[in-house]
C-alpha cells in the first residue's frame, strides 16, 4: 500500500527531474522562460504518479488525472506556441537583474517553482491515497466538474481573446483592457 507520504516524496523527486531537464534545456537554448510550459506539466506528471501510485479511490484518482492532463496539457501547448522563435521574457530579465549565473537562475526561477509545483499539487497527492468519497460529498464533485470546465473554458477563451488583440496591428505596444 503506497500512502501519502510516499506518493508526495515520488512526486516531489519527479517535479525536481522535470524542471531539472528543463533547465538544461533552457541553459542550452539560452532562454529560460521555457519554465513556463512546463508548469503545467508538471502537474501532469504528478496526477500521473498519483493516479498509478496512489491506493486511494480508483474513480477519483483518474478523474483527476484527465482534468489535471487537459488544464496541464492545454497550458503548455498554448505557451509553446506562444514563445516559439521569442526571446527571454523580459519578467525573468528584469528579475535576475542580469545575473544569468547557474546559482541564481536555479534559485530565482526553477527551484521556486518546483517547490511552487509540487505544494500546490498536495490536494491531487492526498486525493490519490485516502478512501473513497463520502456520499453526502458526491454532489460536490459534480459541482467541482462544472468549475473545473468554466475554467478551463475561461482560460482557453482569454488566451484566445489576448491572441487576436496582440495579432492586430492596431494594437501594437497596447494593454487589452476590455
Known sequence: MVNFPVVSAISLAAVVVVFGVTFLIGRRIGRYNVVDVTWGLSFVVVAALAAALGTGDIGRRLLLLALVSIWGLRLAWHLTIKLRGKGEDPRYVAHLRGDFSTATVLRKIFIVQAVAAWFVSIP?????????????????????IALWLLGVLFEAIGDHQLKMFKADPVNRGAIMDR
Open 124 to 144: 491531487l497527492q492526498l486525493s490519490a491515497t485516502i478512501g473513497p468519497t463520502p456520499a453526502a460529498l458526491q454532489p460536490v464533485v459534480g459541482v467541482g
